[in-house]
């Protein structure tokens, strides 16, 4: 395999997994009270419906009392709705809800929400780039994560992003690391405490989200603490499917991994 392609298929198992926290059916604590736009895209995306959520968002865009707000929105069910797509209508979605994102943070550039949904959809985007790009893009997404976090620390999502971006730079290779240089070398300051504290701190914050439980899970297996691994994985299989419409494939992620786990003495 050459050097280009395997640092591409580690970038995208980061990549791949950052875009999994763009879901969350719960709003915001520091959402604003939803107009009737808003509140329409909640309850369609509660049942699964992400068009005519995406839909109600964007008419909620254009009032300028929820615009910030249904922007973010619309990011999300852009997203989740490229994840079930493909070809040029996935390029389409993924565009717009990146596009979207770059719109609420010029809207509003002191607001964190905006500049942690922008390094989400970045990362869902950056999944069908070439290894030049999504070394590219990765330096946008951890800025804009540390923008975000800078403004607000207390959003579950921006540290689980930058959880799987410490873990996944972290995790290159010798060789990897060589042939990064012609694309600009590989971005500093990643390591897996990093990753464990902060997915760590995106539990912390938001205990009922599925796929934090799943990644920190995940990671603890990495760095060889299975009995952590282990809680978290039995943490995440028994929530409630309801902080993402992606809930029941990371149960069943975490089901399977659970399986591999050495068995306890």
Known sequence: MSVSRTITLALGLWLATTA????????????AAPGDGLARGDQAYAHGDLPAAAAAYEQASHDSSSRLVALCRLVRAQSEMAEDSSGESQQRLMSSAVAHAREAVALAPDSAQGHVWLAAALGRQALRQGPKSRLAMAREIKSEVDRGIALDPNIGR??????????????????????????????????????????????????????????????????????????????CIALPPTSSARDARYQDEARALLSRLPKQP
């Open 158 to 235: 921006a540290y689980h992003v930058r959880g799987l971006w410490n873990r996944n730079i972290a995790s290159l290779n010798f060789f990897e690391r060589s042939g990064a240089a012609m694309f600009g070398g590989v971005p500093p300051g990643a390591s897996i405490d990093n990753a464990v504290a902060d997915l760590e701190k995106a539990v912390a914050l938001e205990p009922d989200y599925v796929n934090h439980r799943l990644e920190l899970g995940r990671t603890y297996h990495m760095v060889h603490r299975d009995a952590d691994a282990r809680r978290e994985l039995e943490k």
């Open 20 to 31: 999994g926290v763009l879901g969350s059916r719960a709003a915001s604590a520091d959402d």
